[in-house]
């Protein structure tokens, strides 16, 4: 009887000892991801990036934090652009691309910083892009291209969590990603 007091006393300290560390009231600490700063201007899946770009990675078993070279492109997750240089990504300014979590979904997530839009390059594709946010969904057929290629582009799949592809049955949603998606195309690739 005696032990299965002790041990029940023992479970009772390690589950509340093991929650302590998750007591935390920002959440637990953000994983470690491999990445890499650009030491000067370079092309990256197709962009030319700036010095100062942030390259972060998938994780990676042997890889934590910051790297003194360059990996994969492959591997490649996010492109994170120096404070105050945006790079122009169809006629609007960005600060950064995320490849979709989703493995069976081709394409990346595109934020832009509309501020720095000068009123003279706005178009019909920027102004329904900022209507409803700054991040935009894009499907792509080659992954190794993520710049403002329209020829790769398939479709618009996201613009915030206002407009997505995934509520099919929702007409208003489908109608507006179809016409942003529309004003996309007509975007000159060749110019940017």
């Known amino acids: 009887m005696d032990f299965f007091k002790f041990s029940s006393y023992l479970l009772g300290i390690f589950s509340l000892t093991g929650c302590i560390g998750n007591m935390n009231p920002n959440g637990p600490a953000p994983p470690n991801y491999p990445y890499f700063g650009t030491t ?8 030319k990036l700036p010095k100062g770009t942030k390259l972060t990675y998938e994780k990676h078993l042997f890889k934590k934090g910051k ?37 069976e979904m081709r394409g990346f997530t595109v934020y832009a910083d509309f501020s720095q839009l000068n009123d003279d390059k706005k ?9 409803c946010s700054d991040d935009l969904g894009i499907a792509v057929k080659n992954t190794d291209d993520w710049s403002f290629n329209t020829k790769n582009i398939l479709d618009v799949q996201s613009c915030s969590v206002l407009y997505q592809r995934y509520f099919k049955d929702d007409k208003n949603q489908q109608s507006f990603l179809d016409s942003l998606y529309n004003e996309l195309q007509k975007i000159d690739s060749l110019s940017f």
């Open 40 to 47: 000067e201007p370079i092309a990256i899946k197709n962009i």
């Open 67 to 103: 790297q003194e070279k360059m990996m994969s492109e492959e591997k490649l997750s996010t492109i994170e652009l120096p404070t105050g240089k945006p790079i122009d990504w169809g006629g609007v300014p960005i600060t950064m691309i995320v490849k979709f979590f989703n493995r």
């Open 123 to 131: 178009t019909k594709f920027s102004q329904m892009w900022q209507s």
